[in-house]
């Protein structure tokens, strides 16, 4: 029989067991903090209706979905966790309580061309509140204020949230006569970072936008506008009175700015950045991106805002909301080319591997209950392997503890616990060997998967 190739296809990630683990820890740190803060899990099937997720329809989501026919059924893979929770939303609306907090972590499919650092299967980690026909500004702060204490968690130090609202751009360019043309600006100004200003101006003064070379200098004029917080929102007011839109836009700034500090987010970690637009024409508030500082190359490792109508396509009824969504899968892989995941962090699948020495395996499958009891992940090896095969086995699976079970130590009530990293082997009775490795492991577990080189 001819044997298949094994292989992955291009786009998705998979890792080695170590690599899994510190994945793993970074998105429990995250369910962590968003439960902190009154967040309830969700689950969407990956897969709908396409009429459903398509509901908007046309652009590039339609042309990188994953759509299949099963039988009759027109299905698809979600592109995001956003389109299904409104869909969830408008569904449910009758069982649900509002404002809506809710949290989730899972895959996504894109059809996109697979590069470095761009997947077509990835993990997105998203965090919403929705509200019932209003929602206070309060949560647009709020948002970012739990990205901060999810990043802080996980080691990450040199990284800035960049706020801004698209209330004051819309402000701004319908001050200058361009309502219409207002989508097209924001969506070539968020491309700022990439290509720089000479190219931005170039493609607001070419001819799928048209504007002149002075409103353009103007825009551009106005984006630039840099310095600390209070600087820049003191250079906003020059412009307050000119339209009632860019004036609700500057006081939602200035309350979410204040916020966020009231919320504990420091100002080295927050700064209002009037480039930032986001490309989604959906969002009509506060907007969000994160980098890190040392690495403005990648992009934004965090981003969202404020929307006023998230299931106008399933419903009548307004809901708006305000989220922030995290590509782990690209977050993850972006660190680790980086080298910020922590090496040290304890990866191994066990705590303890107990090695059995006589053919009667119940003392040590009792052993490895009473340690699991008390919570310390326990494997016991009872393949008919060499003693030497056996501490290599644990060895590559960084292990930190052996416990050796012969006839003596059964015969005395004893365990032998060994401490691979130090070499160290002490007989303790059972609740006494329990005690010392949740010692050792206390000072093993403590440390983040991240290790931030800018400290």
Do not use: W
Request: hydrophobic share 40%.
């Amino acid at each position: 029989m001819s044997k298949v190739q094994p292989r992955t296809l291009s786009g998705f990630m998979e890792l080695l067991p170590p690599q899994q683990a510190q994945f793993e820890r970074m998105a429990a740190i995250l369910r962590e903090t968003y439960s902190l803060y009154g967040f309830t899990p969700l689950d969407t099937p990956l897969i709908e209706s396409s009429e459903v997720l398509l509901a908007k329809g046309g652009g590039e989501t339609e042309k990188q979905i994953y759509r299949f026919m099963k039988g009759d059924t027109d299905l698809s893979l979600r592109f995001d966790l956003t389109v299904p929770l409104a869909k969830y939303v408008a569904q449910n609306y009758g069982q649900l309580t509002f404002p809506f907090r809710r949290f989730q972590i899972g895959k996504v499919y894109r059809g996109e061309r697979a590069q470095r650092g761009r997947f077509r299967e990835f993990y997105q980690a998203d965090i919403d509140v929705i509200g019932d026909g209003k929602l206070d500004i309060s949560n647009e702060a709020e948002i970012p204020a739990i990205i901060y204490q999810a990043f802080s968690k996980m080691g990450l130090r040199r990284f800035q949230i960049r706020v801004n609202n698209r209330k004051i751009l819309n402000g701004f360019y319908a001050m200058l006569g361009l309502t219409d043309k207002s989508g097209d600006i924001m969506r070539t100004v968020d491309k700022l970072d990439k290509i720089g200003g000479e190219k931005v101006a170039a493609l607001l003064t070419g001819e799928d936008i048209g504007l002149t070379q002075d409103q353009a200098d103007e825009i551009l004029k106005f984006i630039a506008i840099k310095g600390c917080n209070g600087e820049v929102l003191a250079a906003l007011e020059g412009y307050r009175g000119r339209h009632a839109l860019f004036d609700t836009g500057l006081d939602e700034l200035r309350t979410v700015t204040k916020y966020l500090a009231a919320f504990g987010v420091p100002e080295s970690h927050f700064a209002v950045d009037l480039t930032i637009a986001r490309g989604l024409d959906y969002y009509t508030g506060t907007v969000y991106e994160t980098t890190m500082l040392d690495h403005p190359e990648i992009g934004s490792i965090c981003s969202g805002g404020r929307y006023d109508n998230l299931a106008e396509y399933y419903t009548d009824k307004q809901l708006p909301g305000v989220g922030i969504s995290i590509g782990l899968t690209r977050l993850f892989f972006v660190l680790e080319d980086q080298g910020y995941l922590n090496q040290d962090l304890n990866t191994a699948p066990a705590d303890v591997l107990i090695l059995p020495m006589t053919e009667d395996l119940s003392p040590a499958i009792s052993l490895a209950t009473t340690m699991r009891d008390a919570g310390i992940r326990t494997q016991i090896h009872g393949e008919q392997k060499k003693f030497k095969q056996k501490i290599s086995y644990a060895d590559k699976l960084a292990i930190p503890y052996v416990v050796f079970l012969g006839e003596d130590e059964i015969r005395a009530g004893v365990a032998a616990v060994k401490d691979l990293r130090t070499g160290e082997q002490v007989k303790l009775p059972s609740v006494e060997a329990v005690a010392h490795i949740q010692s050792g492991l206390e000072a093993l577990t403590q440390g983040t998967p991240i290790r931030d080189k800018g400290e």
